[in-house]
């Protein structure tokens, strides 16, 4: 799996943006200021750490061992909602898609009032 692939992918996501918060890695993913990706694009560590329902994320562990992990430098009490996936592995890139998609629509469904106002008028903008 290519980085290019992924940040294309997340920014294609309606109102998605690139941020770096945190310095050169991770590179964030974010809509309305909220993270839906981490991207460490590193050649002998790549991975994605990305939101996910707790039952669900806990299924893609199971799923995929040592490629799909507890979300990756988050506190103990945010593991259960983040997974983070090496992208080094035989990764599906339909997976990773599905997981995004999943990631961002958990991050959007928590959206204020006000921010999903903002979100469907820039969404109504790029159409």
Known sequence: MENEQITAYSLSKPGSYEDLPFGEIPICYKVCGKLFLQLYPMTDNNKITISCEPMLADFYR?????????????????KPYMNTVYLNKDVNITMIFDMIDHSYDRVVSKLTRIEKAELDKITEECK
């Open 62 to 78: 199971q799923q995929y061992p040592g490629i799909v992990l507890p979300g990756y430098h988050c506190p103990d009490r945010l």
